[in-house]
């Protein structure tokens, strides 16, 4: 199957409120299932970080993608850090730059922002993952 870019960006929440930009994060992605009708959601599993603040605010705005995923009825796939690089690179401890990469090599085109890639990686990483056949070995 031909993998083709549609979209790719970044959602940039307003400064404030935690619940104000979780609010925006939500309807914002609800805007993009809207325009797009994507048959899935695939997301990266959370990691462990040494920064918990990060983390925090990684896991909440998640909590938000998966609640937008919900509301719509979507089914979500989910995929370790190290299981998105590995399929995308052929390493699973690739830099983003390397990713970005490759990426640029697979599409002929890659997002300018780094973690534009990585949402496009982990859509790679399902496209190849789901598109094996039932019983194969991952889905």
């Keep these: 199957r031909d993998v083709k870019l549609v979209d790719s960006g970044v959602i940039g929440a307003p400064r404030g409120n935690l619940a104000v930009r979780l609010g925006y ?28 603040k990060s983390l925090a605010a990684l896991a909440q705005a998640r909590g938000a ?3 937008a995923a ?19 690179t052929g390493h699973g ?12 090599a697979t ?8 973690d534009a890639s990585d949402a ?3 859509a790679l990483c399902h496209q190849r993952w789901y598109a094996l056949p039932k019983g194969g070995k991952a889905r």
């Design 25 to 52: 994060i939500l309807s914002e992605i609800q805007k993009l299932i809207d325009e797009f009708r994507p048959d899935a959601v695939a997301v990266e599993t959370v990691f462990f970080s040494k920064n918990v």
């Design 120 to 122: 496009l990686a982990i």
């Design 93 to 104: 401890r690739a830099a983003k730059e390397q990713v970005r990469a490759l990426l640029k």
């Design 70 to 88: 919900g509301i719509a009825g979507i089914e979500v796939f989910e995929y370790s850090p190290t299981r998105v690089k590995q399929t995308v």
């Design 65 to 67: 993608a998966l609640a």
């Design 107 to 114: 599409l002929g085109q890659a997002p300018h922002q780094l």
